[in-house]
T-cell receptor
Framework: GAGVSQTPSNKVTEKGKYVELRCDPI?????LYWYRQSLGQGPEFLIY????????DSGLPNDRFFAVRPEGSVSTLKIQRTERGDSAVYLC???????????FGPGTRLLVL | DAKTTQPNSMESNEEEPVHLPCNHS???????IHWYRQLPSQGPEYVIH???SNVNNRMASLAIAEDRKSSTLILHRATLRDAAVYYC?????????????FGGGTRLMVKP
């Protein structure tokens, strides 16, 4: 079956611009996670959705980062006033419920010039 | 949160077994031991998990020490496709979001 998909696969933007990254989870998965991975490091948690609500956003680095999941399926990670330090691979994962195995998408590689 | 310690890198020959160690001396009684791996340019993928007993699946085996302060992921016959970063993760079974806390992992290199 279809796995987690993320679009775009690559995004290049200029410092100060706004970007949106999209995640399509596996159908029926209620839990959705966003992670960020800098070069040479393991992924770091950003935010977790259970259904439509953000159950834990403790990993968001600052208020320039925001995520939504309005219908409990597709999620969008939004970054305002991008900075060069935001350059990373943004990974999305979904699971049937919060304690189940997480399935990851291929990630969106964001480069802020 | 309880942390894990893994070697930065390991090397193996193709078609030989590989033992990837992980230390987690501060593990709590409710922590599950999970292993994920990340192939180049891909997102992490689940490998195996366990609580107290050794576990086997089609991908690997997980050997857990009796005191649970360490574990070993065993790939019975390494292939070139197994070259990846392997992450050992402790996952609490509680009412929190159960996000995964990744460390640096072990980069496994497989030589033909």
């Amino acid at each position: 079956g279809a796995g987690v998909s993320q679009t775009p696969s690559n995004k290049v933007t200029e410092k100060g611009k706004y970007v949106e990254l999209r995640c399509d989870p596996i159908s029926g998965h209620t839990a959705l996670y966003w992670y960020r991975q800098s070069l040479g490091q393991g992924p770091e948690f950003l935010i977790y959705f259970q259904g439509t609500g953000a159950a834990d956003d403790s990993g968001l680095p600052n208020d320039r980062f925001f995520a939504v999941r309005p219908e409990g399926s597709v999620s969008t990670l939004k970054i305002q006033r991008t900075e060069r330090g935001d350059s990373a691979v943004y990974l999305c994962a979904s699971s049937l419920w919060r304690t189940a195995t997480q399935y990851f998408g291929p990630g969106t590689r964001l480069l802020v010039l | 949160d309880a942390k894990t310690t893994q070697p930065n890198s390991m090397e193996s020959n193709e078609e030989e077994p590989v033992h990837l160690p992980c230390n987690h001396s501060t593990i709590s009684g409710t922590d599950y031991i999970h292993w994920y791996r990340q192939l180049p340019s891909q997102g992490p993928e689940y490998v195996i998990h366990g609580l107290t007993s050794n576990v086997n699946n089609r991908m690997a085996s997980l050997a857990i020490a009796e005191d649970r302060k360490s574990s070993t992921l065993i790939l019975h016959r390494a292939t070139l496709r197994d070259a990846a970063v392997y992450y050992c993760i402790l996952r609490e079974n509680n009412n929190a979001g159960n996000m995964l806390t990744f460390g640096g992992g072990t980069r496994l290199m497989v030589k033909p």
